[in-house]
């Protein structure tokens, strides 16, 4: 090829490269010098973010509220209003985007605000203590009455004294319902101390003076009946508006009566019996009545007395029952009140006659104590049955009134007034019915329970020498006793220290206790099983034997000390999982909770809120009536995942693995859930293996009318109800919660509330959800 061939070539290509980017040249030059080419919102938004709007000037982006613009004009951030003043929530702000939500921490309630946090007042709310309730900032305390133990952070059981010790007392000890009794054997009277046994003086050494009488008068009305009490009275309260009251003293367990009457001297023979009537609609109410007419007048003449016994131990309970006997889970009518009067006469040989033996006595004594039970429960089925004690009249139980009067905010009688509370005279003082108010106890007398309305006469108050001090609430401040660690033949100085190898741990005794097995103890004077020289220390769980071996702790019992002789019984109907238990917390209701109503009721794990035990299985069945539907809220659940499902919660149409499944789990969540039922009836049950243990649960339910199946469904399944943290605290406030329920079970009790009360109750983002769904339903083509 030529020369000029080789420069056309070369020059072809140079061109090349400059022919490839004349298209990308042509696009610059477009791009150049010139009128730019207008913004408009039609292409791109316009560049903006969120809002964009069209103006002379071209385009304007804006953004919505919790949103700023920033400095390029057109992108848009969220503001985390949670970092000006928290948002101005009370305690936790959380940031969303283009927003913030207020929630409170555990134990308060968010406010209609939906900033403010307000303390949730437990103590308020139905089934929170057995016994009595304090409300704190964020949390509250159960704590129970006296010779009761709290378990289950909120549940009280009867202690049982006789479990350590025997009691402390000498011979016999009878555990009894908030309390225990010390006895003696035949042949010996109980020593001042209420505990030691001394021999008795005379031959009939049992018996003791009446102190109960019950008279029933007749009049135009029917029998009116007074139960009085002299002496050796004692009020306990057991659950909220419930008591019990005990005159005299109870006899010992005794043998097999003798036929004849001839087979001994001094036989004494105890008749018990005891009636219960049912008072509808009632309450118990052990406050001042007005006294019948009789009681202005001098004791009727003995023909007008249907009834007219004496008895040396009386022991009066009332209570209210939510649920029938013997049908657990089905409550009665939670007005009904049940009270139990025991009686327990004694005879003896001076009412022997050659004609009657004892055997006969104690029949002639038991037909006529059958004919005042029956006179007893008419005339209290007509509140025609009073209580005397220390001079007052008092009604043992009265019908719920329609309206509260001046006579329900007066205090029980062991009460008195600070503030707008009734509060237990405490010990030391006593209740004085005339004053109507707590006063001190006078000198030379004691009292060491609360809500009692005597004082008990210190032991040999007129003995030269002895001390007493103001308020006395224990028998050790009557002053002279012997100390822990003394005893004397009376409890009173002069003492002597506890020989080696016995101990003693009250005061006022009249001997001491053995350590048993021959073991000695350190010291002269010992005041516990702790000073004794055993061979080995057993640690808690176990105790020291005669043996000198260290056992476990048998189910049913605990021990959390080193170095006992004993184990202490767990409160009440609870038992433990297994031997070996060295904590109260261990010891645990097996009774499966709830209650199963038509319209409305909840289940919950045994023990619950403590731990549920091992190797539980409970089940119910919630069978609403015809054309209703349920509803189920499980607020949140405790269960231990490591057990793999080995503890579990199932909800379905039968028993049958094959049938319908509404809800399974065997894990903890915190979060709440609320589901219909897929079937119309609802088996549901409960298991726990032995392995780790947790709180459980208590789910309420509702049953509603089934044409309202569409919305409650389409209410239950939207992931707005469960999307806020408020909305999920609704379905954990049980008040809020029955609020619902009540409407939903009874559409009609929706009127009962007011427009604001429901804005005070319910967040508005609640209400507006509600109220769309609602008014959809309703009214579904506008």
Request: hydrophobic share 25%; charged share 25%; aromatic share 8%.
């Amino acid at each position: 090829m030529g020369g000029a061939g080789r420069r056309r070539g070369g020059a072809a290509r140079a061109l090349l490269p400059l022919l490839l980017s004349l298209p990308l040249l042509l696009l610059l030059r477009a791009a150049g010098p010139g009128p730019p080419e207008e913004e408009t919102c039609a292409v791109g938004n316009g560049g903006c973010d969120r809002t964009c709007k069209d103006t002379a000037t071209g385009v304007r982006c804006s953004c919505p509220i919790g949103f700023t613009l920033q400095p390029d004009g057109k992108t848009c951030r969220d503001v985390d209003e949670c970092q000006t003043r928290n948002g101005g929530c009370d305690h936790v702000c959380r940031n969303t985007a283009g927003s913030f939500d207020c929630s409170c921490r555990k134990g308060f309630k968010l406010l209609t605000d939906e900033k403010s946090c307000q303390d949730v007042d437990e103590c308020s709310l139905e089934r929170t203590c057995d016994h009595s309730c304090i409300n704190r900032p964020g949390s509250f305390a159960c704590a129970c009455n006296a010779g009761y133990t709290l378990y289950g952070f909120t549940h009280c059981g009867d202690t049982d004294e006789c479990s350590v010790h025997n009691g402390g007392c000498q011979q016999v000890c009878v555990n009894t319902v908030g309390g225990y009794e010390c006895q003696c054997l035949s042949g010996h009277t109980l020593h001042w101390n209420g505990k030691d046994c001394v021999e008795a003086e005379g031959a009939v050494a049992a018996g003791a003076s009446p102190r109960v009488s019950l008279q029933c008068t007749r009049s135009a009305g029917g029998d009116r009946c007074s139960l009085s009490c002299r002496s050796g009275i004692h009020l306990s309260s057991g659950l909220q508006e419930a008591y019990s009251v005990t005159c005299g003293s109870s006899s010992p367990p005794r043998s097999k009566q003798r036929e004849s009457a001839g087979s001994a001297s001094g036989d004494v023979a105890s008749v018990r019996t005891s009636v219960t009537f049912k008072l509808n609609g009632g309450i118990c109410s052990l406050k001042k009545a007005e006294p019948f007419p009789e009681g202005l007048r001098p004791a009727p003449p003995e023909e007008h007395s249907s009834v007219k016994e004496s008895f040396r131990y009386a022991n009066l309970t009332c209570s209210s029952r939510k649920q029938v006997p013997g049908a657990p889970g089905r409550p009665s009518a939670p007005e009904d009140v049940f009270v139990t009067v025991e009686f327990e006469l004694e005879t003896n040989q001076k009412e022997v006659t050659a004609s009657c033996d004892l055997s006969c006595v104690i029949k002639r004594t038991e037909r006529r104590l059958r004919k005042a039970t029956r006179t007893l429960r008419k005339a209290a089925q007509r509140e025609q049955f009073h209580l005397q004690l220390v001079g007052m009249d008092l009604q043992v139980a009265k019908r719920s009134p329609g309206t509260a009067g001046p006579q329900a905010e007066s205090c029980a009688v062991g009460q008195g007034r600070v503030g707008s509370q009734c509060v237990s005279c405490r010990a030391g003082t006593y209740y004085d019915g005339a004053q109507e108010r707590c006063i001190l106890c006078p000198d030379g007398t004691f009292q060491n329970e609360e809500g009692q309305i005597t004082c008990e006469p210190c032991p040999r108050p007129e003995n030269p020498g002895v001390q007493k001090t103001p308020e006395a609430w224990n028998v050790s401040e009557c002053g002279g006793l012997c100390q822990p660690g003394e005893y004397s033949a009376d409890g009173f100085a002069p003492c002597q220290l506890c020989a080696l190898g016995t101990f003693q741990p009250e005061a006022g005794r009249t001997s001491c206790l053995p350590c048993g097995g021959g073991l000695p103890t350190k010291r002269l004077g010992a005041t516990s099983f702790q000073d004794c020289e055993t061979r080995v220390q057993c640690s808690p769980g176990h105790f020291y034997t005669t043996t000198h071996r260290c056992v476990r702790c048998p189910a049913g019992t605990y021990q959390p000390e080193f170095g006992k002789n004993s184990c202490v019984s767990c409160p009440g109907n609870t038992t433990t999982d297994f031997d070996g238990a060295t904590n109260l917390t261990q010891c645990k209701n097996r009774r499966c909770g709830g209650e199963l109503g038509d319209f409305t009721g909840y289940i919950e794990s045994p023990n619950y809120p403590g731990n549920y035990p091992a190797n539980a299985e409970c089940t119910w069945v919630i069978n609403p009536p015809p054309k209703r539907r349920i509803l189920v809220v499980v607020p949140e659940i405790f269960l231990p995942i490591e057990d793999d499902c080995g503890d579990f919660l199932v909800m379905r149409k039968t028993a049958s693995r094959g049938s319908a499944t509404t809800y399974e789990t065997c894990q903890t969540y915190e979060r709440p859930i609320a589901f219909t039922s897929r079937s119309r009836r609802l088996w549901i049950q409960f298991k726990s293996n032995e392995g780790n243990s947790a709180k459980g649960f208590q789910v309420p339910y509702v049953t509603y009318d089934e044409d309202y199946q569409e919305l409650i469904e389409d209410i239950v399944r939207d992931g707005r109800l469960y999307a806020s943290e408020n909305h999920q605290e609704i379905l954990k406030d049980k008040k809020l919660i029955k609020a619902l329920f009540d409407v939903l079970a009874h559409p009609q009790n929706y009127f009962r509330y007011t427009a604001q009360e429901s804005r005070e109750m319910f967040p508005r983002s609640f209400i507006r959800l509600l109220r769309s769904k609602v008014s959809r339903f309703l009214r579904p083509y506008r």
